[in-house]
C-alpha cells in the first residue's frame, strides 16, 4: 500500500525551529517529486516547499524562503522540511505529498497521495 | 503567481442535486488544472487531474471541464459522502503551484 506518514510536529515559539519528516513506503521513493502543502486553521491549502527525486532541485513559496529547507534521504525513503525563524502565521496542519507526472511534461502535475498531515503550533 | 477563484465559496444542496463547481485562473492554464476534494480532519484527495480526467477509484459521478482560464467540476448526483471542500489548483506555470480558495458543500 502506497503510504505517506508525517511526524515532528508541535507546539513552538516564535522564533523557534521544527524538524518535519514524512516516511514513504509503497513505492519507489526516488523516482518521484515530493512537496510539503500546509493548511492553517479555518483556511485553505497552501503549497509551501517541493523537491526533486534526486534532491538536486528545491522550490519554495515566498512566505518561507530562507527560513525552510526541504530535503529527502533516499535510502530511508524519507522526506524532511526543517522550519526555522518560526511565526505565528506558519501555525498550520502540514501535509507531505507525492508528485504524479501524468503526462511527459513538467507542468502535468498533480498530487496524487497525501499524508494524514502534522500539526504545527507557533505560540508563546 | 497565476490566482486561482473558486465560486461559489459555499453551496448548500440535497442528496440528489446536480453540483457545480466554478474554477477561474487569472491567466491561460491550458488543461493543466485539478480538483481534490477534502473531508473535515482529512487530508486532501486527487479527484480529476488535466481538468478532466478522472483518477483512478474515484465515482464517474465526478466530472471537470475547461480549458484556459474556465473549469468546471460537476457532481452529477450528489450522495452524503460528498459532501466536503473541493479545491482546484493549477500546475501550469510552477512554482508556486497555487490552489483556489475552496468550495464548502453542506447538506441544505
Known amino acids: 500500500e502506497v503510504q505517506l506518514l508525517e511526524s515532528g510536529g508541535g507546539l513552538v515559539q516564535p522564533g523557534g525551529s521544527l524538524r518535519l519528516s514524512c516516511a514513504a513506503s509503497g513505492f519507489t521513493f526516488s523516482s518521484y517529486a515530493m512537496s510539503w502543502v500546509r493548511q492553517a486553521p479555518g483556511k485553505g491549502l497552501e503549497w509551501v516547499s517541493a523537491?526533486?527525486?534526486?534532491?538536486?532541485?528545491?522550490y519554495y513559496a515566498d512566505s518561507v524562503k530562507g527560513r525552510f529547507t526541504i530535503s529527502r534521504d533516499n535510502s530511508k525513503n524519507t522526506l524532511y522540511l526543517q522550519m526555522n525563524s518560526l511565526r505565528a502565521e506558519d501555525t498550520a496542519v502540514y501535509y507531505c505529498?507525492?508528485?504524479?507526472?501524468?503526462?511527459?511534461?513538467?507542468?502535468?502535475?498533480?498530487?496524487?497521495?497525501w499524508g494524514q498531515g502534522t500539526i504545527v503550533t507557533v505560540s508563546s | 503567481d497565476i490566482q486561482m477563484t473558486q465560486s461559489p465559496s459555499s453551496l448548500s444542496a440535497s442528496v440528489g442535486d446536480r453540483v457545480t463547481i466554478t474554477c477561474r485562473a487569472s491567466q491561460s492554464i491550458s488543461s493543466y488544472l485539478n480538483w481534490y476534494q477534502q473531508k473535515p480532519g482529512k487530508a486532501p484527495k486527487l479527484l480529476i487531474y488535466a481538468a478532466s480526467s478522472l483518477q483512478s477509484g474515484v465515482p464517474s459521478r465526478f466530472s471537470g471541464s475547461g480549458s484556459g482560464t474556465d473549469f468546471t467540476l460537476t457532481i452529477s448526483s450528489l450522495q452524503p459522502e460528498d459532501f466536503a471542500t473541493y479545491y482546484c489548483?493549477?500546475?501550469?506555470?510552477?512554482?508556486?503551484?497555487?490552489f483556489g480558495q475552496g468550495t464548502r458543500l453542506e447538506i441544505k
Open positions: 489548483q493549477q500546475s501550469y506555470s510552477t512554482p508556486p503551484v497555487t
Open positions: 505529498a507525492k508528485d504524479w507526472y501524468y503526462y511527459d511534461s513538467s507542468a502535468s502535475n498533480a498530487f496524487d497521495i
Open positions: 523537491i526533486s527525486g534526486s534532491g538536486g532541485s528545491t
